[in-house]
């Protein structure tokens, strides 16, 4: 809960203190007073227990509410409070805002060629190893592995970027002189706020290590994709066989674990990734990456752990990327929606296993499998075997299935794969082909067999004759598998349901079944019994996702070290593209649709363009008080959370949709509109000409003035206007089209959305246009 701004005149001292003594029920509150304004992290921190100290009745009692003081970059802190006691600190002059801390989840070798950056072909230049090494990368997830080939050193790594604060500390079964080298140059964990919650660290309840240790996969996963070395002729069991890397082989690693092991997968309290933020920007990380977060119902952006780290890594020029989310594909989930960061959907990629189901007359049927063995039984309907021909552990019939192939309906049920699989394996079956509506290429890892096959084709199988006998062939892997990419059906979808003004996602990346380092003493699937050990193994999600856009951030901070995190971000979006190998439009996983931006955001990343995207939409701090002031902080606030001294919000608010994003958002055009943009010249020519191509959003008008912008050595930077207006009666749908730059050679896209929203004037004769 936030409480921020409440006004308590009129209620008297003592009704307050009787509040505060009456309510024992505490929680976790950060009390968040804005950046840090001196070099004294002593003194913040006896500042901090001095203003605790001021809703309790002893300093003593304060110690031990206190869980954190943030006190290098940002300046607050964590403590256990009750409601009285949080609602007078967020009253206390100076409190920018007092919330309760929540618990965020985690958003659980081929790809890279597949967005063309290709370091095996020698054609072009090898962009991923020519950057990187001057970057640092800081990874807040569950800790790492560190004996993976994925943080080895990359041959002729120089040493350590000398800024470089952070360090390796010591934890269970982490000894940093053995696993810390020059890829792996930072490991530090954050346990005190999960402690404080849930109690001890229990390894008779699930297992963990306290330490930056792994135990989950999932950190070791993303930091893999992310920056993981070079490692030749990895594989899950011969399928995707290749070369895995990161996005940045060159560049370092820095760990923070901030998710632990927990009965729900991977949980991470928000005081303790506040206390990463603090740390990581302070040990002089360049890109965070952050694949966990919170659906809606979202809070304020300074109620809001990541929302604050994130601003504060923006003023330090520090990028951070999040994922979007997997709460797709229902519109608005979309969480991590903040200005200042990059949020990132997941996309499919050209990579597919097809199995083969065959028939003794050399007839065959095609699914998606992870099959490694050959596999051959009869074909068993599970009406023979299960109640109602459910597949579904209560409605087993206890009759084994031995030596048969069992065909089930997801419809029938329902029933999902993972229940489909647990019931088959329980009938003891040979294998399972799992028949779904529509063929989802989630040949996701599992300990039993499985078949993923679409319904024309299971339908024919449910007609063959009871009995027929198939074999299924061990799975291959195929390249160039259309449509691709897709955007995946569990990629969180935009609009932002707290600032539609901002488009979100920003963009799209490879999700789906991603290759990537994996603790060996992990199990690959989620059975509980499957004993396996892998190195390498599959994942899918937006958590996925987001270390391929933050192995590209590295890569790009590398190539262009002034480049701002808004410049980055620009340069990804304007040369994201939207159509897939086949050159239509993206569609979607699952549907027969095309995406739109609320699915891709501009769309999906381009690596090489974005090395070189002509024009950027920049932005700076500045850009961001101005949307604070819209959004209703004071003066007074704003300067205590930036860092330079004097802010100042103007006396007519600036709308949010001039706020110099590289997308255009209108969530409520209801009359004509104008809007303003502002454009740097970052391409080799200092003098070119840059014209505008629009493709108008059904039912609005769109005019982009001047249509030529020319910009000289002596005017890098130039400004440009859209007039949108609204030319159909509607009460609200979002339409969408696009305004391109292009000087001939680049090409500077920018979506745009707009809802037209002409309620107000409904029955009038004279509508606005
Ligand atoms: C750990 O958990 C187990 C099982 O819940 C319990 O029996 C044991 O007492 C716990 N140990 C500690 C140190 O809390
Ligand atoms: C299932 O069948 C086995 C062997 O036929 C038998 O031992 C067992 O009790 C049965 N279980 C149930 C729940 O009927
Ligand atoms: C498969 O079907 C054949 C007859 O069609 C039968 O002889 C054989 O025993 C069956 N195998 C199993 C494992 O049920
Ligand atoms: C399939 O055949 C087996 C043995 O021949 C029989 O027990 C079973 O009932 C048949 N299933 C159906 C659905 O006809
Ligand atoms: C449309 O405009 C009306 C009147 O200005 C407003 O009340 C309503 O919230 C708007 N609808 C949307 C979807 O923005």
């Known amino acids: 809960m936030a409480i921020a701004f409440q006004s308590f005149w009129g209620i008297s001292l003592s009704f307050l203190l009787h509040f505060i003594r009456s309510e024992s029920n505490t929680h976790v509150y950060i009390v968040y007073l804005g950046g840090v304004h001196n070099h004294d992290p002593v003194l913040t921190s006896e500042n901090h227990l001095q203003l605790l100290t001021s809703v309790f009745q002893s ?101 350590v970027p000398k800024h470089w604060k952070g360090k390796c500390v010591a934890g269970e079964e982490f000894n940093p002189k053995k696993v810390c080298n020059k890829k792996l140059i930072g490991a530090k964990y954050y346990l005190t706020g999960y402690e404080r919650r849930f109690g001890k660290i229990n390894r008779t309840r699930t297992p963990e290590y306290v330490s930056a240790r792994d135990v989950l996969g999932h950190g070791t996963h993303t930091a893999s994709t992310a920056v993981g070395s070079r490692a030749k002729d990895v594989s899950y069991s011969g399928l995707a066989r290749g070369t895995a890397r990161g996005g940045a082989p060159r560049a370092r690693l820095a760990v923070y674990k901030v998710c632990w092991n927990s009965n729900f997968g991977g949980t991470c309290t928000e005081e303790d990734t506040l206390a990463a933020f603090d740390e990581a920007l302070h040990d002089g990380v360049h890109v965070i990456s952050a694949s966990f977060g919170k659906g809606p119902p979202l809070r304020q952006f300074f109620a809001s752990s990541s929302d604050i780290g994130s601003f504060h890594a923006m003023q330090l020029g520090v990028s951070v990327v999040f994922s979007a989310g997997n709460n797709g594909p229902d519109p608005s989930l979309v969480g991590n929606i903040n200005p ?61 299935a031995s030596g048969n192939i069992l065909l089930c309906f997801s419809t029938d049920g329902p029933v999902s794969s993972y229940e489909a699989e647990f019931a088959a394996r329980e009938a003891k079956a040979a294998a399972v082909i799992f028949v779904e509506p529509l063929t989802r290429p989630i040949a996701a890892v599992s300990i039993f067999p499985i078949i993923h096959i679409d319904i024309i084709q299971g ?47 920003d963009i799209t990346a490879p999700g789906v079944n991603m290759l990537a380092a994996w603790p060996p003493n992990i199990p690959p699937s989620m059975f509980p019994d499957d004993e396996r050990q892998v190195h390498w193994n599959f994942q ?95 003066e007074e606030q704003i300067q205590a959370i930036v860092s330079y001294p004097s802010t100042t919000c103007p006396d007519r608010t600036e709308p949010n949709w001039n706020i110099n994003y590289p997308s255009i958002t209108v969530s409520s055009l209801t009359c004509t509109t104008t809007i303003k943009r502002t454009v740097h010249n970052v391409g080799h020519m200092k003098t070119a000409m840059y014209f505008a191509s629009i493709v108008s959003p ?72």
């Open 340 to 400: 200042w960061s990059i949020c990132v959907a997941a996309s499919t990629v050209d990579r597919s296993f097809p199995t083969k189901i065959l028939l003794e007359d050399g007839s065959f049927f095609l699914g998606e499998g992870l099959i490694t063995n050959h596999i051959s039984g009869n074909l068993s309907r599970a009406r023979s075997y299960f109640f109602g021909g459910i597949c579904r552990t209560s409605n087993w019939k206890n009759v084994s």
């Open 540 to 634: 899918s999600g937006t958590s996925m996702s987001c270390p391929h856009v933050s192995g590209i951030v590295a890569l790009l901070k590398s190539a262009h070290p002034n480049w701002s995190p808004a410049a980055i971000r620009s340069a990804l979006m304007t040369t994201a593209y939207t159509k897939d190998i086949n050159g239509d439009d993206i569609s979607v996983e699952a549907t027969t649709k095309l995406s739109d931006p609320f699915d891709i955001g501009a769309g999906h990343i381009n690596p090489v363009q974005a090395f070189d995207p002509g024009l950027v939409y920049d932005m700076t701090t500045r850009d961001y008080v101005l949307f604070l002031c819209n959004i209703g902080y004071s």
């Open 698 to 769: 059904n039912g609005v008008e769109v005019v982009v003035w001047p249509r030529i912008l020319m910009f000289t050595p002596f005017k890098e930077e130039m400004t440009y206007f859209v007039t949108l207006k609204p030319v159909k009666m509607s009460e609200g749908r979002f339409d969408f089209g696009w305004i391109t730059w292009s000087d001939g050679f680049h090409q500077v896209r920018s979506p745009l959305v707009v809802q037209v929203n002409t309620t107000g004037i409904v029955g009038s004769n004279n509508m606005a246009y």
């Open 59 to 159: 300093k003593e009692e304060a110690k031990q509410a206190m869980i954190y003081s943030y006190k290098h970059v940002l300046s607050g802190f964590a403590a256990t409070l009750n409601e009285g006691q949080a609602t007078i600190l967020a009253n206390t002059k100076g409190v920018i805002s007092v919330f309760e801390s929540k618990t965020l989840q985690l958003h659980t070798t081929r790809s890279w060629d597949f967005m063309g950056l290709n370091v095996d072909q020698h054609k072009g230049f090898p962009l991923q190893l020519a950057y990187g090494d001057d970057i640092i990368v800081g990874l807040f997830d569950s800790g790492v592995w560190p004996e993976s080939a994925s943080f080895r050193e990359e041959p002729g790594m120089g040493p």
């Open 459 to 505: 339908m024919k199988l449910l007609l063959l004759p009871n009995s027929t006998k198939v074999q299924i062939l061990p799975s291959k892997t195929a390249f160039k598998r259309s449509p691709a990419p897709m955007v995946a059906d569990f990629s969180s979808r935009g609009p932002s349901s707290i600032s539609p003004d901002f488009l979100k996602p």
